[in-house]
């Protein structure tokens, strides 16, 4: 018997990645800094954004600990580091002033034919207006922009007027004897010159040295500043350090002792390496209940993390998801639910890994307009443990981990499916509504209710469930009786279904230790439950990963049909091209002239059927496309397909089961929703 397998554990993925906010992107450089056991993490200062008094006489916090660096969270601390951003991975730009073509402006060399190639591959724009700052005009080094405009948006948003702003200004220091850089030394550059500092309304805020008077610190004297204490901790929370603070040898409270101190008050820089500054963007991003956030991976292999406030995942994205998988596992096993889309398209699972740009070349959820469409599939991880969705129009993609595919370890007890042939083991139309205690009633199973099966087994088991005669759109949920008797709103979805569809999509259901699975429904339905197979843990098929492979597709002459859909009742052939007993494929029904539905399955079962076969696989409405995996075996007289309307059908192989057992099926107790991108992921 197989046993109940633990929840997916949590893992990090340690990829390089860049973070983008809405548009800019930030470079990533692998290597994370390492807690100490004594390392705590603060909770965050409270921002109180209705407080606009000028924050004249600043007192520094704590500089953040090992522990909030690692995390990113850097809300309740200061950035104290400090060094050379060479040095700290920012690139080397060109020695000020050494050599031809430098220009001086009068306050930098911006623009100078020697900077060309520097401000080209370094810098990067800001992409909307960030207060009276114009789209565009606020340049910043590629990895530190998610900081700068995180920044400068979050005060514009809660009431901050920034009249003007400058980031990007190649030359030194002010102490350096000149900010034209006259002893020509990479030393002197300004956090400017690196485009990893930023000064805005330098009007209100003129940089001065302040001094006591009267026996009076210059640390308790008023510096000139419009800047309140609630736009100095959002700056910190974004990982710029305050110039208003002053810098190593200046005030760190109003209590110190000193007869002058240095004030900046329009200036604001970032001291850390590009992979901290990816990292507290991306804690910030995320833990900001205001934004949607996707790990969007271009099919160059670039990653970027896209996030808008409008939680919108756009056509052409692929988004990457981590489903937690155990040690051991290769693969997952995944339903997949399309919701929310205004256009016609599909989503498609594949590897992260860098690929010829365009659409993929095979699916596995199809939906309309409108509809709420969920099918089961299997996808192979990357060496990150994760997979990445493919969004054909702007729609988004709902992850329910099912289980995993791999190889025996501490984390992994494998499975192996023992396929069936196609059973119906239960049609509320003919046998009722049942209750766990086997009391059936006529009708449909009542919205918020549960129906029950027996399976005869407490194995997990391969059963396709199909929604039919249901009295408005909703989903169906199956599993353990237990987790869904009383349930006011399960966490997974098996089925999706509009007003008055049929809707078919294979699932695995580990049943409870009586053998019986529940079908928990949103809205009243009838229940349609094909057996086709079980997962055990002595006997049957191991598993074989393959790259997704289109073996029949009536539109394109993919297979021996080629243009002509499959007429009623007709039974064509499909050649699955692999060598293996069974096969897991991916059966997408469209273009049908009524309501039907397809079968596929052994050819000598199917040519032998007078009416209408005894299992569906996948069921469409007319003009409509419908897809769903299924289990067929290859053996005897080979695989087949029946219509029962004049329909195309497409057939993708995802898996092959064979004899050899050395990846096997790890079911979890219940689903795990893992991805919901009307979350932000």
Not at 238 to 253: A, E, I, K, N
Not at 621 to 641: L, Y
């Amino acid at each position: 018997m197989i046993s109940r397998s633990p929840s997916p554990r949590t893992r990090t993925s340690l990829a390089a990645v860049a973070v983008a906010w809405v548009v800019s992107s930030v470079v990533a450089i692998p290597g994370i800094a390492q807690a100490t056991d004594e390392d705590t993490v603060p909770p965050p200062p409270v921002i109180d954004h209705t407080d606009d008094t000028p924050w004249g006489t600043p007192t520094r916090p704590p500089s953040c600990t090992a522990a909030q660096i690692e995390m990113g969270d850097v809300r309740a601390c200061l950035l104290t580091t400090f060094g050379s951003p060479a040095e700290r991975g920012w690139g080397t730009p060109p020695t000020p002033g050494v050599g031809d073509g430098w220009v001086w402006t009068g306050s930098n060399y911006d623009g100078s034919p020697a900077l060309a190639e520097w401000e080209a591959t370094t810098l990067t724009t800001s992409s909307e207006p960030l207060g009276r700052i114009r789209a565009g005009e606020l340049e910043t080094h590629i990895g530190a922009a998610a900081l700068f405009e995180g920044f400068l948006a979050e005060i514009d948003h809660h009431g901050y007027e920034i009249l003007e702003g400058k980031a990007y200004g190649f030359r030194c220091t002010a102490g350096t004897g000149g900010w034209d850089c006259p002893r020509q030394t990479l030393a002197d550059l300004s956090f400017h010159a690196w485009g990893l500092a930023v000064d805005f309304n330098a009007g209100a805020n003129p940089i001065v040295t302040v001094r006591g008077s009267d026996g009076v610190s210059a640390c308790a004297t008023p510096m000139e500043t419009d800047i309140p204490r609630w736009v100095v901790q959002t700056a910190e929370k974004w990982g710029l350090y305050w110039g208003g603070y002053g810098f190593s040898r200046d005030c760190t409270s109003p209590a110190q002792m000193l007869e002058r101190t240095f004030r900046d008050p329009p200036h604001f820089e970032f001291r850390g390496t590009p992979e901290l500054a990816e990292r507290i963007a991306r804690f910030n991003l995320r833990n900001d209940p205001t934004l949607g956030c996707y790990d969007v991976v271009g099919t160059d292999g670039t990653e970027r993390m896209r996030c808008n406030r409008e939680f919108t995942v756009e056509a052409g994205w692929r988004v990457a998801v981590d489903p937690g998988a155990p040690d051991g596992a290769t693969a997952a096993i995944v339903n997949l639910t399309a919701t929310g889309a205004d256009d016609a398209g599909f989503l498609t699972l594949e590897s992260c890994t860098a690929r010829p740009a365009g659409m993929p070349e095979t699916s596995n959820v199809n939906y309309a307009s409108g509809a709420d469409v969920a099918n089961l599939a299997t996808v192979a991880l990357d060496p990150d443990g994760r997979f990445c969705v493919y969004h054909d129009t702007e729609v988004h993609a709902i992850v329910d981990v099912i289980g995993f595919i791999g190889s025996a370890s501490d984390e992994f007890e494998p499975g192996w499916f023992a396929p069936a042939d196609p059973t119906r083991v239960h049609d509320t139309r003919k046998q009722g509504a049942c209750t766990r205690d086997g009391e059936c009633r006529t009708g449909l199973v009542p919205a918020r209710g549960v129906h029950a099966v027996d399976v005869g087994g407490s194995d997990p088991v391969l059963a396709n469930l199909t929604v039919t005669g249901n009295a408005g759109r909703g989903f169906i949920s199956a599993g353990d009786c237990t987790a869904l008797d009383g349930a006011t709103l399960p966490d997974w979805s098996n089925v999706n279904f509009a007003d008055e569809t049929a809707r078919a999509n294979l699932s695995v259901v580990f049943p409870d230790d009586d053998g019986v699975i529940c079908a928990w429904s949103e809205t009243d339905t009838h229940v349609i439950v094909d057996l086709l197979g079980r997962v055990t843990s002595d006997t049957g098929l191991g598993w074989r990963l393959t790259d997704p492979t289109r073996v029949l597709d009536t539109r394109k002459c993919v297979g021996e049909r080629c243009g002509v859909p499959v007429g009623a009742g007709e039974v064509i052939e499909v050649e699955l091209g692999v060598d293996a007993p069974a096969a897991v494929v991916n059966v997408t029904a469209t273009g049908a002239v009524e309501d039907g539905f397809a079968t596929i399955g052994p050819c000598a079962a199917l040519r032998a059927v007078t009416g209408l076969p005894d299992t569906s696989t996948v069921n469409v409405d007319r003009d409509a496309t419908a897809a769903n995996m299924a289990v067929v075996t290859t053996g005897g007289d080979g695989t087949c397909a029946w219509a029962s309307i004049d329909m195309h059908l497409i057939v993708d192989v995802q898996a092959e089961l064979v004899t050899e057992r050395d990846l096997g099926l790890q079911v979890l107790p219940s689903p795990e929703r893992v991805y919901d991108g009307r979350k932000g992921g």
